[in-house]
C-alpha cells in the first residue's frame, strides 16, 4: 500500500498527488511515468511523473480526471491510500548537452514538461517555455514554469489570459525572428504536437514529442501502446514516452486515440454515480 502525503487541486479536472514511493523516487527522472492501481479490483493507468524528493521518498503525480479509475483515485485524500504504485517506467528524457531549449507544454501535459524544464535551468541550460490551455480556469503550474525558466510565455484559445492562439504562435514568431534551439521539447495533445513539429521542421530543429497512448502492462508485452515511428512499430512504454517528431504517425495515433473514448466516459458517469449513492 502507498500512502497519499498530499493532494492539491489544481483546477476543477486537474488534481495534484504526492506518493509515499521511496524506492520509486530514488530512481525517477523527468520524463519516466509509473502505473498505478487504486485498489486491487482496479484497472491500471499509467501517470507521468511530474516532480520527486529523493530526501522525503515522495513521488508527484498530476491526473486530469476523465474516467473511472482518475474519478475514483481523486475521491482520495492526504493520509489515504492506494494498492499500487510501479515505476519507474520508460526512458527518462535526453537533456545532455542541450544548451538552449524551448519547453513547449499544452494542458495536463504541462505536468510532464515542467520537471524536464526544472532538470534543464538546474543544468544551466537556456530554457524557453511555451504553456497552452483553452482558457484561463485551466491554467496551472504557471509559477513553477516561472522559477524553471529563462522565458515563459502563456496562450490560451479565448484570449482569457495571456496571448489569445495556441502555442505554435510565439514558437513561430521566434523561428522567423531567427532564434535558435538545439532543440524543442513539446508535451500535450496529439494535434498541438504534431502541429509544432509542422512548426520546427521547415526549420531542421530536432523536436522531442512525448506520447502517451493506450497503456496496460508498461513492459512492452501487451502492445497496446504501439506507435508507428519511422514506418517502425514502435511500444511507447519501453521505446519511449519520447520519440523524435519528425518520424510519428500522428494521425494513426490520434485515430487509436479515441478508442475507448465513449468507454471511459461510461465509467466515469458510472463511478460518478456510485459516488452519490455511498453519499446519500
Known amino acids: 500500500m502507498y500512502k497519499i502525503a498530499s493532494k492539491k487541486v489544481l483546477n476543477s479536472f486537474v488534481t ?12 525517477a527522472e523527468p520524463g519516466q511515468f509509473i502505473i498505478l492501481r487504486v485498489d486491487s479490483e482496479g484497472e491500471r493507468i499509467p501517470l507521468t511523473v511530474a516532480g520527486y524528493d529523493r ?5 508527484k503525480i498530476i491526473f486530469q480526471i476523465v474516467g473511472g479509475t482518475t474519478n475514483k483515485l481523486n475521491q482520495k485524500d492526504a493520509g489515504d491510500y492506494i494498492s499500487d504504485f510501479v515505476g519507474p517506467l520508460g526512458k527518462a528524457t535526453k537533456v545532455e548537452g542541450l544548451k538552449k ?3 513547449i507544454g499544452g494542458g495536463v501535459g504541462c505536468a510532464i514538461a515542467l520537471p524536464i524544464a526544472q532538470k534543464l535551468k538546474e543544468m544551466g541550460a ?24 529563462n522565458k515563459l510565455i502563456v496562450t490560451t ?9 495556441n502555442v505554435t504562435m510565439p514558437l513561430k ?36 514529442v512525448s506520447m502517451n497512448p493506450i497503456m496496460i ?3 512492452g508485452m501487451c502492445g497496446g501502446c504501439r506507435l508507428t515511428v519511422g514506418g517502425v512499430t514502435k511500444f ?25 473514448r465513449d468507454f471511459e466516459r461510461h465509467a466515469y458517469e458510472n463511478t460518478c454515480n456510485l459516488f452519490k449513492k455511498e453519499a446519500k
Not at 495534484?16 to 530512481?27: D, G, H, N, S
Not at 484559445?157 to 492562439?165: A, L, N
Not at 519511449?240 to 504517425?249: A, C, K
Open 236 to 260: 511507447a512504454c519501453v521505446d519511449g514516452p519520447d520519440f523524435d517528431g519528425f518520424l510519428i504517425d500522428f494521425d494513426e495515433a490520434m485515430k487509436r486515440g479515441t478508442t475507448y
Open 55 to 59: 530526501q522525503k521518498g515522495l513521488v
Open 173 to 208: 514568431e521566434a523561428l522567423e525572428n531567427g532564434v535558435v534551439y538545439d532543440e524543442v521539447i513539446t508535451v500535450g495533445p496529439l494535434i498541438m504536437m504534431k502541429f509544432v513539429v509542422a512548426t520546427t521542421k521547415p526549420y531542421n530543429i530536432p523536436t522531442t
Open 101 to 103: 531549449v524551448c519547453i
Open 16 to 27: 495534484q498527488m504526492e506518493i509515499e514511493a521511496p524506492l520509486v523516487a530514488k530512481k
Open 157 to 165: 484559445d479565448d484570449g482569457s489570459y495571456g496571448i489569445k492562439g
Open 217 to 219: 502492462d508498461g513492459t
Open 126 to 149: 537556456e530554457v524557453d517555455s511555451i504553456i497552452g490551455f483553452r482558457n484561463k480556469d485551466l491554467l496551472i503550474l504557471e509559477d513553477e514554469f516561472k522559477a524553471a525558466s
